[in-house]
Nanobody, 121 residues
Framework: QVQLVESGGGLVQPGGSLRLSCAASGTISRVNARKWYRQAPGKERELAELTSMSGATKYADSVKGRFTISGDNAKNMVYLQMNSLQPEDTAVYYC???????????????WGQGTQVTVSS
């Protein structure tokens, strides 16, 4: 019953910036973490950044210092600000929420459909 909708992807030149957005809706009791994954052509999906509801943040080494994750808890939204983009950042970016639909339910992952980011001159 939970749906995640992403936006903000597109084509950008090397050194440029993009901001991805993801909105979650549906039956949500508690959000445990919000994450951004990416999958580049020919590669496996990797975690880019995540943040817990307490504010703790984890960055992948490949994006640290360039990408920033943030959110709006009241609106169940998460953002990914991407700066100094390089061709190796080209990938489909997926929003992910670790959440509980009910207080007694175990947390599970919910995924967005993905948004394409292409970095090319």
């Amino acid at each position: 019953q939970v749906q995640l909708v992403e936006s903000g992807g597109g084509l950008v030149q090397p050194g440029g910036s993009l901001r991805l957005s993801c909105a979650a809706s549906g039956t949500i009791s508690r959000v445990n973490a919000r994450k951004w994954y990416r999958q580049a052509p020919g590669k496996e999906r990797e975690l880019a950044e995540l943040t817990s509801m307490s504010g703790a943040t984890k960055y992948a080494d490949s994006v640290k210092g360039r990408f920033t994750i943030s959110g709006d808890n009241a609106k169940n939204m998460v953002y990914l600000q991407m700066n100094s983009l390089q061709p190796e950042d080209t990938a489909v970016y997926y929003c992910n929420y670790l959440l509980q639909t009910h207080a007694i339910a175990p947390p599970r992952d919910y995924w967005g459909q993905g948004t394409q980011v292409t970095v090319s001159s």
